[in-house]
């Protein structure tokens, strides 16, 4: 039972979280700041935000797979999957592209630096809905 609702209240930490990044931090700092002084801090932010997300989903899925072990649920749940896709937003979105970023930043690579923030702010929106999603199903117990 503890760890049920262990996972509830990290699930609601990491929605709310995800929420106040993207919705209040990023774009204070871009309403305060000038762009580049902005873009400097949200950088900062997003780099903090991917590997609280990464050690969140992971410690998520690990809970999962102890109540799997320990026979109170099946070894494939959406309690499973959803930190999984998650975790593989952050990974794509943030650990994949910010390089790329950077690149197109200098002139470099295939595609533009709006295209491939775009494709980030993709998947960082994504991450976020199954993240609520996740809270939603954990919470309801």
Partial sequence: M???RSQAMLAALWAGMLLCVGLVAAPSAFAALERPMAGLVVAQLFQREAMLSMFAALLLILMERRLARDGARPAITPEF???SAALFCTVAGYYALQPMMAAAKAGQGDW???TLHTISLL???VKG???LAL???LGGR
């Fill in 112 to 114: 533009s630096f709006m």
């Fill in 135 to 137: 809270a939603w199903r």
């Fill in 129 to 131: 809905l199954l993240v």
């Fill in 81 to 83: 999957m959803l930190p």
């Fill in 2 to 4: 503890l760890l049920r």
């Fill in 123 to 125: 998947f960082f929106g």
